[in-house]
């Protein structure tokens, strides 16, 4: 039974939003109003009572019913969202790590309007999405002159607080007949950096893992889960497999994923000082969760926008990079990479469509000083720049 009384907006109503975000929202006593730009969306969830989070695996299959939520077109109901950010004490997101700056100026204006005194706690805001300081991200478009009025910068920590986070759970496409329910695996891990909050007071939200350090578990969640999940995707997309699960079962991709993982376990190990034996623990884990039966996930979804995911602090080269100025092995890394560039003019997806642009009107070594962020100084990068240069060469034999 959920407590009553608080509310948290919650910015991109789609699979992670409404299947994990809200859901723990919901199950720890907030209303939660949604902001999406989807009209479709939200004209569904504000005609649907109740959804379903229904969870799947080995186990078996159970389900959770969500309540108490409204939803706001942030594009054409602005008003009406600064009023709910006024009033609201959580702000969470997940829609993505490149649209945090087009959601920033409606969040600034909501924090502006609330009150600094002692009669309001300062708004909680915490982005969900698969990057490294994402949270930071949109705490520095919110404070950009153009959002925020320099005047109001020294007080704005009364009437906001920002907390870095990671958050784990596959919630693939859904099946476009299964109205706002959401399919998705039973395992959750969902970690918040608390020292932010520590004198403001931590918003209570059941299943959250609040600690000092957040760098090893977002790093060791990126480098592990999300390079494992798009080595398979990268891998069986180009062998035209339809599924990560496909993928997963063709031997030479598994041993692909296994080597990308043990590469990117080996620096792991080496910076945050965790156990060799845990890694190889967490790694035949996530092998498992990310080769889950029960879950159609397509590799187009994890696949989607390669431009991201080939960028410098990324699950690719962000691993790859680093380990090879401690010159470890990245040969499995670079197979990896060199299938995330081939991953061209996918249907659907816009930045493999650029990513085709680009790969065709630049050198090899200005695709990767573009791309993957690398200068000539670094250790990975000629290795990067016959990568690209091989990609290139076959595009042009075709
Ligand atoms: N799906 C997963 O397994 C998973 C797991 C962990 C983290 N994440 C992260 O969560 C984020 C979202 O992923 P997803 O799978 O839920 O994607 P999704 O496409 O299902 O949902 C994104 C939602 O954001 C909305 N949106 C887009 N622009 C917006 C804007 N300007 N304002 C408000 N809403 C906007 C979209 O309409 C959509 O409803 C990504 O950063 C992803 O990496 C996803
Ligand atoms: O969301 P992306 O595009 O960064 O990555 C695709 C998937 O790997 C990702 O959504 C995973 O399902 C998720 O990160 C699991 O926690």
Redesign the pocket.
């Known amino acids: 039974m959920a407590k009553m009384g608080k509310k948290a907006v919650h ?7 409404r299947g994990f975000v809200a859901c723990f929202l919901h199950n720890s006593g907030y209303e939660v109003v949604f ?4 009209g479709d ?1 939200i004209d569904t969830i504000n005609a649907t009572p109740s959804y379903r989070v229904i969870e799947v695996g080995s186990e078996g299959t159970s389900e959770n019913t969500i309540t108490n939520y409204r939803a706001i077109n ?1 594009r054409t109901h602005e008003d009406d969202l600064v009023d709910e950010i006024r009033t609201a004490d959580v702000v969470t997101c ?4 490149n ?1 945090l700056k ?2 920033a100026p409606v969040i600034a204006k909501g924090i502006d309007a609330r009150a600094d005194g002692p009669e309001q706690t300062p708004l909680h805001v915490i982005a ?4 490294i300081g994402a949270t930071d991200t949109l705490a520095g478009h919110i404070k950009d002159a153009r959002n925020t009025s320099p005047e109001r910068l020294d007080s704005h920590h009364l009437r906001a607080r920002y907390a870095n986070s990671a ?5 693939p496409a859904q099946d476009p007949n299964a109205g706002l329910d959401v399919t998705l695996e039973k395992f959750f891990e969902w970690v918040v950096d608390k020292t932010p909050f520590e004198d403001v007071g931590i918003p209570s939200i059941d299943g959250i893992n609040w600690v000092d350090n957040l760098a090893p578990y977002i790093e060791r969640k990126l480098y592990t889960v999300n390079t494992g999940h798009a080595t398979a995707a990268y891998h069986g997309y180009n062998r035209r497999k339809r599924t990560v699960f496909d993928a997963l079962q063709d031997k030479q991709i598994m041993a692909e994923v296994r080597g990308a993982l043990t590469e990117s376990k080996n620096l792991l190990v080496a910076k945050h000082g965790i156990s060799e034996d845990a890694q190889i623990a967490y790694m035949n884990k996530i092998i498992k969760r990310i080769g889950n039966p029960h879950l159609e996930d397509a590799v187009e979804r994890v696949g989607r926008a390669p431009l991201r995911k080939l960028s410098r602090k990324e699950r690719f080269v962000g691993p790859a990079a680093e380990a090879a100025e401690n010159n470890m092995p990245i040969d499995y890394l670079l197979d990896a990479i060199e299938m995330t560039f081939r991953f061209q003019d996918v249907e659907g997806d816009d930045e493999s469509k650029e990513l085709s642009a680009i790969m065709s009107d630049n050198t090899p070594e200005d695709v990767v000083a573009k791309v993957c962020g690398i200068q000539a100084t670094e250790k990975i990068y000629p290795r990067l720049v016959e990568v690209v240069k091989r990609v290139q060469d076959d595009s042009r034999e075709d």
């Open positions: 910015f991109g109503a789609g699979n992670i939003g902001a999406d730009v989807n969306l942030s997940s829609v993505g790590p649209i087009f959601i969900c999405e698969n990057a958050i784990d759970r596959i919630v």
